[in-house]
């Protein structure tokens, strides 16, 4: 999945970004002096695993399989990243920003 790209004036904007989303469950990755680099994996529901995980028990070891698929989406296509940057151009190349408001602050771990 592509990151969110974020542009912070300057350094000290860029602290409180980051502090921001550490506060709403990201975990940093990488930081440099001119960006930060956050992700917040995501697991599914926890309710539908446990229900998958029951009826794996009782009905079939097929509903493993389902769990596992379920989880493995979650995980790589519903997990968040943010890069956080007072950098405005890459190698030359306009960055294109995303805006704050587009991410979901909430949305992660077990939803």
Sequence with gaps: MKPYTLHAKNKKELEELRDLFIENGFKLNTEGDNFSFLFKRAYGNWIAHLIFI?????????????????????????????????????????????????????KGKFS
């Excluded at 596992?68 to 890459?90: H, M």
């Design 54 to 106: 029951i009826l794996a028990c009782i009905v079939s070891a097929l509903f493993i399989f389902v769990n596992l698929v379920i989880f493995l989406y979650y995980f790589y296509k519903k997990s968040q990243y943010v890069l956080i940057t007072t950098k405005i151009t890459n190698d030359g190349e306009k960055i294109e920003f995303d805006k704050l408001e587009s991410i979901d602050l909430k």
